[in-house]
Every structure is written in structure tokens, then in C-alpha cells.
């Protein structure tokens, strides 16, 4: 899969999910909402209920930027299935700063939710690095029921 498609097989989907690791390297995985503007994919902090506020991904991208997040679609048609992974640095955004204009509304784009109620932040912005992805229908041998070799 190229990186075109990889971004817009990942800008596409509905949810993703954020792998953060704590200065100790213990890893940290998450479901996130995200939107994807230009090379930095943005997720907000939001009101749904939390046990705490002091959320884990934070503090983990506050010691340690380094990050991952994975799309993917599953079938039981495995000619289907496919995920895309984008590597990069993580930082947040305040809700109030001038780059959060663009983001929160592309996020409202994206999530009704938004619309009707805007995130109290802080956002996660997360600039790509790299993009790498696999699809079944890119690799010929998954249809003899051999795994092509991906990262």
C-alpha cells in the first residue's frame, strides 16, 4: 500500500486507536476520534465520563512524545481486511490557541458530538512521521493463505 492510500484509508475511518509508552517504555493503548488535517492528526480531550482528568496518554506524551496510532477494518472476507499505522510525536494543544481552530473544526466536521458540544481539551496533536500500512488485496499471497511480510 502507498502512503496515499494508507493516509486516506486512515483519514476514512472512524476511530483509531493511540499507543503512548511511559518513561519506563510500559505501553499505553487507547480508542481515539481523530481527525486528520494535512500531516498532524488531532484528537480531542472531551467531557465523555472519565475516572479522572490526569489521563495516562497525557502524562505518557509528557515524558515520552514518541507515539502510534492504527486504523484498521476487519472482515470475516479476509480479502478485505487492512490497517494503516502512523508514527510520529505527540504534543498538546490548548483548546483556546490559534491552532485549535482549524482542528476542533475539523473535528465537529467529522463527529456530531462536536457539533453539539465542543471538547473541553486539551487536544492530542500528533505530527506524522510515517505512514506504513497493509491491505489484503495488495498482497496475492494472502489469497494462497500466506501473509505478506509487513512491519
Known amino acids: 500500500m502507498n502512503e496515499g492510500e494508507a493516509r486516506a484509508r486512515f483519514a476514512a475511518a472512524p476511530v483509531a486507536r493511540l499507543a503512548t509508552a511511559d518513561a519506563g517504555g510500559r505501553p499505553h493503548l487507547v480508542p481515539m476520534t481523530f481527525a486528520l488535517v494535512g500531516e498532524v492528526i488531532y484528537s480531542a480531550i472531551d467531557d465523555k465520563p472519565k475516572r479522572t482528568r490526569a489521563l495516562r496518554r497525557l502524562a505518557n ?3 515520552n512524545p514518541q507515539v502510534a496510532v492504527l486504523a484498521d477494518h476487519y472482515s470475516s472476507d ?10 510520529g510525536r505527540a504534543r498538546t ?8 481552530v482549524g482542528a476542533l473544526a475539523a473535528l465537529a466536521a467529522r463527529y456530531a458530538a462536536y457539533r453539539e458540544r465542543r471538547p473541553p481539551g486539551p ?10 500500512g497493509w491491505a489484503a488485496a495488495d498482497a496475492g499471497a494472502t489469497r494462497k493463505g500466506i501473509l505478506a511480510p509487513h512491519n
Open 61 to 63: 506524551i509528557a515524558v
Open 93 to 100: 494543544v490548548d483548546v483556546a490557541g490559534e491552532e485549535a
Open 123 to 132: 487536544l492530542v496533536a500528533i505530527d506524522v512521521e510515517r505512514w506504513t
Open 78 to 87: 479476509w480479502a478485505a481486511l487492512w490497517w494503516v499505522r502512523a508514527d
